[in-house]
């Protein structure tokens, strides 16, 4: 992400005859954002969970296993950290994160090789253009092994944040201790999950779902009427 742009790009890889890997882009989106910085890539990451859950459905079986990287160590440390209570620009978008894909799904990797960068220059180069490219074909870590790649999870980084990135982490932090009761509370008011979510199921599935779920509290209310007008005849 940039100061005015957030974007994430998905790349499709399967293992060669020589243990090495192929790496294709996808597809991949971008958004015009006028926050910090550490936002834009909390955005660009929301972007990235978005295109995953929407290829999980299309592929379905198909995906063995994916990975979501970021080169912010700040929204790494936002999507990864559960103790903190953010505040509520960063708190909807990790839980919109965590809700699409796995939570410890997320790596860090440096700047310099994450090709979705590209999307966020505001030009082009000739070079990109070029179905060799980075932007096309990834930089060479995508296409090894990446247990053994430069990326790391969110406990490799933890003790090794600087002081600024510490002061940005914290300045989404609930700190205030009248704020974070108040944040506690309406954590402890909301409702449970839903007992159908219509964008994991799909509209067809949720639907009929809730026909059961209404139904049979239908059925409940019914015999709870019942057995009050039994009661009262007696």
Same mark, same amino acid.
């Given at each position: 992400?940039?100061?005015?742009?957030?974007?994430?790009?998905?790349?499709?890889?399967?293992?060669?005859?020589?243990?090495?890997?192929?790496?294709?882009?996808?597809?991949?989106?971008?958004?015009?954002?006028?926050?910090?910085?550490?936002?834009?890539?909390?955005?660009?990451?929301?972007?990235?969970?978005?295109?995953?859950?929407?290829?999980?459905?299309?592929?379905?079986?198909?995906?063995?296993?994916?990975?979501?990287?970021?080169?912010?160590?700040?929204?790494?440390?936002?999507?990864? @950290?559960?103790?903190?209570?953010?505040? %509520?620009?960063?708190?909807?978008?990790?839980? $919109?994160? =965590? *809700?699409?894909?796995? !939570?410890?799904?997320?790596?860090?990797?440096?700047?310099?090789?994450?090709?979705?960068?590209?999307?966020?220059?505001?030009?082009?180069?000739?070079?990109?253009?070029?179905?060799?490219?980075?932007?096309?074909?990834?930089?060479?870590?995508?296409?090894?092994?990446?247990?053994?790649?430069?990326?790391?999870?969110?406990?490799?980084?933890?003790?090794?944040?600087?002081?600024?990135?510490?002061?940005?982490? @914290?300045?989404?932090?609930?700190?205030? %201790?009248?704020?974070?009761?108040?944040?506690? $509370?309406? =954590? *402890?008011?909301?409702? !449970?999950?839903?007992?159908?979510?219509?964008?994991?199921?799909?509209?067809?599935?949720?639907?009929?779902?809730?026909?059961?779920?209404?139904?049979?509290?239908?059925?409940?209310?019914?015999?709870?009427?019942?057995?009050?007008?039994?009661?009262?005849?007696?």
């Amino acid at each position: 992400a940039s100061t005015n742009m957030s974007a994430a790009a998905v790349y499709a890889r399967f293992r060669r005859k020589n243990g090495m890997f192929s790496c294709e882009l996808l597809t991949a989106r971008s958004r015009s954002v006028a926050y910090t910085v550490p936002r834009n890539e909390l955005c660009s990451n929301v972007l990235a969970a978005e295109m995953l859950f929407s290829l999980k459905k299309s592929f379905g079986e198909k995906i063995e296993s994916y990975l979501i990287m970021t080169d912010s160590v700040i929204a790494l440390s936002w999507l990864s @950290n559960t103790q903190k209570l953010l505040k %509520p620009f960063c708190f909807n978008r990790v839980r $919109q994160c =965590h *809700r699409l894909a796995d !939570p410890t799904c997320w790596r860090h990797i440096p700047g310099v090789t994450n090709p979705a960068d590209h999307a966020t220059k505001g030009s082009v180069s000739e070079d990109l253009l070029d179905t060799d490219s980075t932007w096309f074909k990834g930089y060479p870590w995508m296409r090894e092994d990446l247990n053994k790649s430069a990326l790391k999870t969110y406990e490799d980084i933890c003790n090794s944040l600087t002081d600024e990135e510490l002061e940005a982490i @914290n300045k989404e932090t609930v700190v205030d %201790p009248i704020a974070e009761i108040n944040h506690i $509370q309406k =954590h *402890r008011d909301q409702k !449970p999950e839903n007992l159908v979510d219509f964008v994991k199921l799909g509209f067809k599935k949720a639907f009929h779902r809730l026909a059961l779920v209404i139904r049979y509290v239908s059925r409940l209310r019914h015999r709870a009427h019942m057995r009050k007008q039994v009661s009262n005849d007696k």
